[in-house]
């Protein structure tokens, strides 16, 4: 098995400046990139209100219809002041290991002759869900986000198109060869 793709489905439990996250889903994606934090892409620094922005997105569970956090100013005020007792780079770093252990696609080599995706990247992955593997609407902005792209990637496959997914033995010696 990919190590990849078991952790795409094996979680942990992530608390946050004492506040508990639910799975990461492509609901929750959507509505980070809506709002435009630095959380949608995963890059750049973030900033208190991002921090903030993201606790209260994914402390909801991420359901459909998408719906952006109703945070009045006493719950802003009450996770900003978790985020400071915690301090900005800690609760960040949390965040990001949020992120990053629910956000894990396989890994793939690049295709002769592919093209860069136009629409946002969780509506991309949910349309490829719906279409191809038949779910509904809800089900598909309702699934974890990693799981969701080796979906994705196993329906194209099965679906006769041809899918480079990096092995582990490929992944190993890329590292080795300080690739990575």
Same mark, same amino acid.
């Given at each position: #098995?990919?190590?990849?793709?078991?952790?795409?489905?094996?979680?942990?439990?992530?608390?946050?400046?004492?506040?508990?996250?639910?799975?990461?889903?492509?609901?929750?994606? %959507?509505?980070?990139?809506? %709002? =435009?934090?630095?959380?949608?892409?995963?890059?750049?620094?973030?900033?208190?209100?991002?921090?903030?922005?993201?606790?209260?997105?994914?402390?909801?569970?991420?359901?459909?219809? +998408?719906?952006?956090?109703?945070?009045?100013?006493?719950?802003?005020?009450?996770?900003?002041?978790?985020?400071?007792?915690?301090?900005?780079?800690?609760?960040?770093?949390?965040?990001?290991? &949020?992120?990053?252990? &629910?956000?894990?696609?396989?890994?793939?080599w690049q295709q002769k002759g592919s093209r860069a995706?136009?629409?946002?990247?969780?509506?991309?992955?949910?349309?490829?869900?719906?279409?191809?593997?038949? #779910?509904?609407?809800?089900?598909?902005?309702?699934?974890?986000?990693? &799981?969701?792209?080796? #979906?994705?990637?196993?329906? %194209?496959? %099965?679906?006769?198109?041809? +899918?480079?997914? +990096?092995?582990?033995?490929?992944?190993?010696? #890329?590292?080795?060869? =300080? &690739?990575?």
């Amino acid at each position: #098995m990919n190590d990849k793709f078991a952790e795409s489905i094996f979680h942990r439990r992530h608390v946050v400046c004492g506040i508990r996250l639910h799975p990461f889903t492509f609901a929750h994606a %959507a509505a980070l990139d809506f %709002a =435009g934090s630095p959380y949608a892409s995963l890059t750049g620094a973030a900033t208190l209100d991002d921090v903030v922005f993201a606790l209260a997105v994914c402390r909801a569970p991420g359901a459909f219809p +998408i719906q952006l956090p109703k945070v009045g100013f006493f719950k802003t005020r009450i996770i900003a002041k978790a985020v400071y007792r915690a301090g900005l780079s800690e609760a960040h770093a949390a965040l990001m290991a &949020y992120f990053d252990d &629910y956000n894990c696609p396989p890994d793939m080599w690049q295709q002769k002759g592919s093209r860069a995706v136009r629409v946002p990247w969780p509506l991309y992955f949910v349309a490829c869900l719906i279409r191809n593997g038949r #779910m509904t609407q809800k089900q598909a902005w309702e699934t974890e986000v990693g &799981y969701g792209r080796w #979906m994705c990637a196993a329906l %194209a496959e %099965a679906g006769g198109n041809e +899918i480079a997914v +990096i092995s582990d033995a490929e992944r190993e010696a #890329m590292k080795e060869a =300080g &690739y990575g």
